[in-house]
């Protein structure tokens, strides 16, 4: 299983990022797949997450930073899911991992988002 993401990098506050996260190697339309972020010193926490959905409609969940700023979606014939981050804040700074659930969770190698003020 391999979860690459991608889409990081250097952005003003203010600024908007796409985040990316392609999967292989795994049955992505059963899986539930999220995301969830690193910064220098602190521990890893929650950013949103997605369910499998009905190919339709799919629920999400935010962590409160995230509500009305972050949007968590998912392409299943891509194999994919995003994060649309808006109104960025340097407080945003870390590195993002995306992951996948399932009988047997995984996670990506990590992408480095970070605002400048």
């Known amino acids: 299983v391999q979860l690459q993401a991608s889409g990081g990098g250097l952005v003003q506050a203010g600024g908007s990022l796409r985040l990316s996260c392609a999967a292989s190697?795994?049955?992505?339309?059963?899986?539930?797949m999220g995301w969830y972020r690193q910064a220098p010193g602190k521990q890893r926490e929650f950013v949103a997450t997605?369910?499998?959905?009905?190919?339709?409609?799919?629920?999400?969940s935010y962590a409160d930073f995230a509500k009305g700023r972050f949007t968590i979606s998912r392409d299943n014939a891509k194999n994919t899911v995003y994060l649309q981050m808006n109104s960025l804040k340097p407080e945003d700074t870390a590195v993002y991992y995306c992951?996948?659930?399932?009988?047997?969770?995984?996670w990506g190698q990590g992408t480095q988002v970070t605002v400048s003020s």
């Open positions: 992951y996948s659930a399932g009988p047997t969770d995984y």
């Open positions: 190697g795994l049955v992505f339309s059963r899986c539930e």
């Open positions: 997605i369910g499998t959905g009905d190919g339709v409609f799919y629920a999400d």
